[in-house]
């Protein structure tokens, strides 16, 4: 690593920002140092700050400060890191200690809602939140939910193909999108779609020849700086209707939403929960959020020690019970540090899987629906009424923000969102809980389901006695499991992107697509300034970590 | 042109396909010397018969030697031009005398249907309606109804991004597919999507990364031939629901449609007449098959004459009443020679219009959403029952058999197809009317319609004395009614895809285009022998034509 050459750098960039808009001090490198990667916050917590700080955090106020950034970027061959909010969890906005971050915050305007087309112009630095309380003001919804709503960025849902609670009805972020403002890495500024800037908006829909669009939904800033985009709104819902059903199998439940989702029906909201997640939700232990959102450190151990009553031989299972209280490094280490002891009992668990289902919109359409739905899962299952229903809806966003003391205790806590066909979808589970089983402790809850398939959302758990053992464990979580994805014919992402933490298996996913990616960076990066090393690396598997 | 090599050509190919299949007779490359592109068949009826003959058409029966032919085909820099049925209507599939044509109909066999994941896995050459009876016969329906569906392929539909009658329900094509399977014209096989090679399925959803499929469709065989793909597949619906419905303007009429999409309703056919197209069927000719279906030559000359007792001087309409018999030259010219007073004249008629929609699918659920529907378009115009929609249901077909007549009169008629937002969509109409109503007699329709705006398909129709005169008509039409929709904000294409037509049209559509376009044909195509000249174009507007 060569060392910045930091006063140079400020005053390049400031004046192209203005000297207000060019962090470099210590505490402000530090401060985008990691985002929401897990193996990030474990080297954190371990004190390996020093490898992702930027030379300097750059924050634009427009387009044509986008621009300069990148015309000065190419002239000095500096990598250039796109951010939106940090809030991602796969490593998508890390940067070498010689790049230079470009937080786009300050683009955070709604540009235009028009009534008569549901659509909304907007920039790509407005919080999800801010955006989705204006849009209500206005009577739209964008109807896109992510847990990270408080702290996350139209800019990276786009460019990571994110997936909200509601995407079932609402559709994910590239579902959404009807086109992008982009400045490439080649310096051109570029619509994606139709020309807003004509006298009047194109079409939304891509008509002709490749779909310009899609190439950039996903791309991770790989290709270009999405300033702005048209995305699609819709009304407001005026109601919400929410349920819970009991199955007695995973199987038998997945069956009756395959149903649900060919029938034509749209629910928003479609979530089942595995027998143990959903074990977890039965036991309703103070401070539970529903299933998996109660996957803090004292709600994990509070849960697994009423789960060990069951299980566990009677001498471990009271040693647990004595201690549900406080929540300990030995406690996690006797629960999380044989996990494949433990996932075998859950496997032999009597329990049953809780799904929860909702719908929202317009009398009648939605009510119809609903009624429909309703009684199809409760001729499969066991119609648990309003209540699980009703509770998730309240608890969705709880679980971004109850896993620091998880990590204070020297554990860590990670999802995997992969997906399937119906058909190969109870392989793909049973492959990745049997990969994952030696190295942590597994839950799993099926949401964003298709008439075709449905993703699968592993959350695990895991336990190191120092930072390089969990480290390694955390790597070796990652290396089995997505290789077991990709082994079972499942994709090894859905909503959360690739960043760098996926960038070694992505080749598993679209065999076609390496010469696709580098025609891409040849045309829209030339200098290859963009976001080195995500989406796409030469490295296999883990080896493309940074 | 150089003359092709003969001899050396037919050893070459029929090395890779067989003897019986390289076709180099001055017939069977006669037949391939046009596709439906009006102009094409205005230059056949003027004997201009040689331009567009290929060297040879050779037919592949696998991937093996769709392969075979593109090496050959690198190897002595000979461009060749996918072929699936000919029904294209913009010049697609024209190639010139040096190159060889690569009928892919061989490929015809539906090679999977998967009732769980609701897909099926096909070949590209399959005749649209020889798969739509299999796919009924195992209780499945892909949903795509285009006019052309006895004539025209799937591996057109994808190329050309096509949309069916039924588009509102099933999508356009570009919704239907999950992966392609494509040999590049730079000789690699690649899967678009998620592998199906693989143990499983993977996915159907993009999940991570640039999107290849979308790149793909819509790329009318530019950058590659496509072999087979993966199509999402429905129930064939056991209920149908038409219904007509009046309305006083058109502008009532769309306000009507976009409340309807907007509430979330899923019509399958949605399709308003304008005001003369509607005038047309309701005075309901012999023969006519409904609005703008009864644009023979007999019928529009029988209608006209009638149109012009209410509007024409009495002189001239009393002549036209006395030969709406005959269908003469002297009788077309007389209609159609005068464009602009028509057009005007039709303006002025007092005259409403007709919206035909339908619903299929399922009970209860279609049954809802067709309850709320017609109700909404009851209390907005005026419920005609449900004959309209189902006279439209039984004679949807008809009109693509019914033109040859008008081209043997010395006339011609086309189609053109554009699309926008709602807020913009009166524009747009008014503006290509008003831009064609010069050259051409006027018709249109609105179908396709979505949340956010709706396709506008217009008819017209034409006149010249000679074939010269014709071809300069038809020319001015397209050059004026494009450079109309390009300044109105429009989309140049919705559904007939590019071609060579709109080749120098589509920069318009897509500023940012040229620059991917050129990337994926340096990477997919590299010495540049896929079907060139279409999609994209260095001239501007006809100056592209051939």
């Known amino acids: 690593m060569k060392p910045p050459e930091s006063k140079t750098l400020r005053r390049d960039l400031a004046s192209i920002v203005g000297d207000d808009f060019v962090l470099t001090s210590v505490p402000d490198r530090l401060a985008y140092n990691a985002d ?45 890191v796109p951010f ?6 796969c490593g998508g906005t890390l940067a070498d200690n010689d790049g230079v971050v470009v937080d786009l915050k300050r683009l ?61 009805r609402y559709g994910k972020m590239e579902d959404m999108v009807a086109s992008m403002r982009v400045v490439t890495g080649a310096g051109d500024v570029i619509e994606t779609g139709p020309d807003p800037t004509a006298a009047s908006p194109r079409d939304l829909v891509p ?59 749209r629910p928003a909201v479609v979530r089942l929960y595995d027998e143990f997640d959903s074990l977890l939700a039965k036991r309703k232990s103070a401070g539970s959020g529903g299933p998996a959102q109660g996957l803090t450190a004292r709600a994990l151990t509070a849960k ?29 280490n006797r629960i999380l540090g044989q996990p494949l002891t433990l996932n075998a009992l859950i496997d032999v668990l009597p329990a049953d899987c809780l799904l929860v289902v909702g719908f929202e919109g317009e009398s009648p359409i939605v ?38 003391p998880m990590y204070d205790a020297g554990a860590f806590v990670d999802t995997m969102e992969v997906s399937t066909t119906w058909s190969n979808l109870t392989r793909l589970y049973e492959s990745v809980r049997r990969a994952l089983a030696p190295h942590v402790l597994v839950l799993a809850h099926f949401s964003h389901a298709y008439p075709e398939g449905s993703s699968i959302y592993f959350t695990f758990a895991g336990f190191g006695a120092d930072t390089d053992e969990t480290l390694r464990r955390y790597e070796a979580t990652w290396a089995t499991g997505l290789e077991a994805v990709a082994r079972a014919g ?22 076609g697509g390496r010469a696709l990616f580098e025609a891409l960076k040849q045309t829209f990066d030339p200098d290859r300034i963009l976001n080195p090393g995500k989406v796409w690396s030469e490295a296999e598997g883990t080896e493309a970590w940074p």
Chains 1, 2 share one sequence.
């Open 367 to 404: 009510d119809n629906e609903a009624d429909y739905a309703f009684d199809l899962l409760g001729r499969r299952g066991i119609d648990l009424g309003r209540e699980p229903g009703e509770h998730w809806l309240r608890h969705r966003m709880d679980v971004s923000y109850k896993q620091s």
């Open 84 to 89: 939106g909010a940090g809030s991602g969890v």
């Open 108 to 168: 955070k305007s709604i540009v235009e809602t028009n009534h008569d087309d549901m659509t909304m112009r907007v920039e790509s630095g407005i919080i999800g939140m801010n955006m989705e309380v204006e849009l209500n003001r206005r009577g739209l919804t964008l109807g896109h939910f992510p847990s990270s709503l408080y702290c996350s960025s139209v800019g990276g849902y786009l460019a990571g193909r994110s997936a909200g609670q509601y995407s079932s």
């Open 304 to 332: 697994l020690g009423e789960v060990a009553m069951d299980v566990l031989p009677v001498p471990v299972a009271s040693e647990l019970k004595g201690r549900m209280s406080t929540v300990s490094k030995a406690l996690l």
């Open 490 to 511: 499942g994709s090894v992402a859905h909503h959360h992107g690739v960043g760098v933490s996926k960038a070694g298996f992505t080749r598993r996913d679209h065999p």
């Open 207 to 265: 008509d002709c020849g490749p779909d310009l669009t899609q190439l950039f939904v996903g791309s991770e800033g790989t290709l270009g700086i999405l300033t702005e985009s048209t995305l699609r709104v819709s009304k407001k819902p005026s109601i919400q209707l929410y349920r819970g059903f009991q199955f007695r199998t995973v199987n038998g439940a997945l069956e009756a939403i395959r149903e649900m989702m060919q029938a034509g029906l």
């Open 36 to 80: 929401c990667w897990p193996r990030g916050i474990i080297m954190s917590r371990g004190r390996q700050l020093h490898r992702h700080q930027p030379a300097a955090v750059v924050q634009p106020r427009n387009e044509h400060e986008v621009l300069g950034v990148i015309q000065w970027a190419r002239r000095t061959s500096t990598p250039i």
